[in-house]
């Protein structure tokens, strides 16, 4: 189950209200699914949005996901763009985490697009 803020959040985000947080309902996503596109299965983790898993306990559930995230984010899998003037970055959300960092000019201006494809709606890998 993913929401606006995990169960275990530790970074700064935005304040919403509370009527905005209560308008803001939680998300079920699996764990585990595979892009149609290319075949492979990927990991669905947010270690910030996470709020539990169905079914399983809550120090079970946050065990499992730390040792995911853990898994996932291993050296050998990151990739850490070095930014030049006029790079642009474009990644397929089904396939990556990514994460906002601030090792930049903070006196300079970027942009953010996001493009929004209409697609599948994500379904759980079979065991």
Same mark, same amino acid.
Do not use: C
């Given at each position: !189950?993913?929401?606006?803020?995990?169960?275990?959040?530790?970074?700064?985000?935005?304040? &919403?209200?509370?009527? &905005?947080? #209560?308008?803001?309902?939680?998300?079920?996503?699996? %764990?585990?699914?595979?892009? @149609?596109?290319? *075949?492979? %299965?990927?990991?669905?983790?947010? @270690?910030?949005?996470?709020? *539990?898993?169905?079914? =399983?306990?809550?120090?079970? #559930?946050?065990?499992? &996901?730390?040792?995911?995230?853990?898994? #996932?984010?291993?050296?050998?899998? =990151?990739?850490?763009?070095? /930014?030049?003037? *006029?790079?642009?970055? =474009? /990644?397929?959300?089904?396939?990556?985490?990514?994460?906002?960092?601030?090792?930049?000019? !903070?006196?300079?201006?970027?942009?953010?697009?996001?493009?929004?494809?209409? *697609?599948?709606? @994500? &379904?759980?890998?079979?065991?």
């Amino acid at each position: !189950m993913h929401a606006y803020r995990g169960a275990r959040y530790d970074r700064k985000a935005t304040d &919403l209200t509370p009527e &905005l947080l #209560a308008a803001t309902p939680s998300a079920a996503h699996p %764990i585990a699914r595979r892009n @149609p596109d290319n *075949g492979r %299965i990927g990991l669905y983790l947010s @270690p910030n949005r996470v709020t *539990g898993i169905p079914g =399983i306990g809550e120090d079970e #559930a946050f065990a499992l &996901l730390a040792g995911l995230f853990d898994h #996932a984010t291993q050296e050998k899998y =990151i990739y850490r763009h070095k /930014w030049r003037k *006029g790079d642009m970055v =474009i /990644w397929d959300n089904r396939s990556v985490l990514h994460q906002a960092t601030t090792d930049y000019d !903070m006196n300079e201006y970027r942009y953010l697009y996001r493009v929004l494809i209409e *697609g599948e709606r @994500p &379904l759980a890998e079979a065991a």
